[in-house]
C-alpha cells in the first residue's frame, strides 16, 4: 500500500505531501486541485505499466 504522495509543480499543483490511509477522502471547494490529485495518481499508474507517452502531463 502506498503509504505517502507527494506531488510537486503538476498542473495547479506546485507542492504536496499527503500521508495515506486505506481510505482517503479527497474534498474542497471547487477549482482547487482536487481533480488534479487523482490525475496525478493515474499518470503515475500509467507510467508504472508502460503505458507512459511522451508529453503526458504537461
Same mark, same amino acid.
Given at each position: 500500500?502506498?503509504?505517502?504522495?507527494?506531488?510537486? #509543480?503538476?498542473?495547479?499543483?506546485?507542492? @504536496?505531501?499527503?500521508?495515506?490511509? /486505506?481510505?482517503?477522502?479527497?474534498? %474542497?471547494?471547487?477549482?482547487?486541485?482536487?481533480? #488534479?490529485?487523482?490525475?496525478?495518481?493515474? @499518470?503515475?499508474?500509467?507510467?508504472? /505499466?508502460?503505458?507512459?507517452?511522451? %508529453?503526458?502531463?504537461?
Amino acid at each position: 500500500m502506498i503509504t505517502t504522495l507527494h506531488i510537486q #509543480n503538476y498542473r495547479s499543483i506546485r507542492d @504536496l505531501s499527503l500521508e495515506l490511509e /486505506q481510505l482517503n477522502i479527497v474534498f %474542497g471547494p471547487n477549482g482547487t486541485g482536487k481533480s #488534479n490529485i487523482y490525475k496525478a495518481i493515474h @499518470l503515475m499508474h500509467s507510467a508504472a /505499466q508502460g503505458q507512459f507517452s511522451p %508529453g503526458a502531463g504537461q
